[in-house]
């Protein structure tokens, strides 16, 4: 944290010797190493409530994530359960009326009923071939 090195050292170390007197200077090295043992006690506890707080905000943020995939796969589901509740109402001879090219409307029209007796269908409800209607 500090760059101090040896030469900064000694220097405090004789200016304090002189300052103070070789009478007191263990008394005041000893209150000095215990405040030092304090500081370093609060940082060490400022560290690890630092890190618990990170690891709760990573921990919410993860649970969010998680929570707006969660929202995400439910509406995906949603919309696809929506489509085949949509399918499965439809009338079922829908797409095979279409494919025949008969009129899936209510009203009956004179080329529904035209092509009707023209096409012979057979008891599965196909029309025969072509070559069999033609007499």
Known sequence: MFDVGFWELVIIAVMALVVV???????????????????????????????????KAEKVVAENDALLKLKEATELARKQAADVKQTMDRPAGTAVDKLMGRDTTNEPSSANNDSESTIENDPAGLPKPLSENRD
């Open 21 to 55: 007197g070789p009478e007191r200077l263990p008394l005041l090295l000893g209150k000095v190493g215990r405040w030092v043992g304090k500081a370093r006690a609060y940082v060490a506890t400022l560290r690890g409530d630092i890190e618990r707080e990170v690891q």
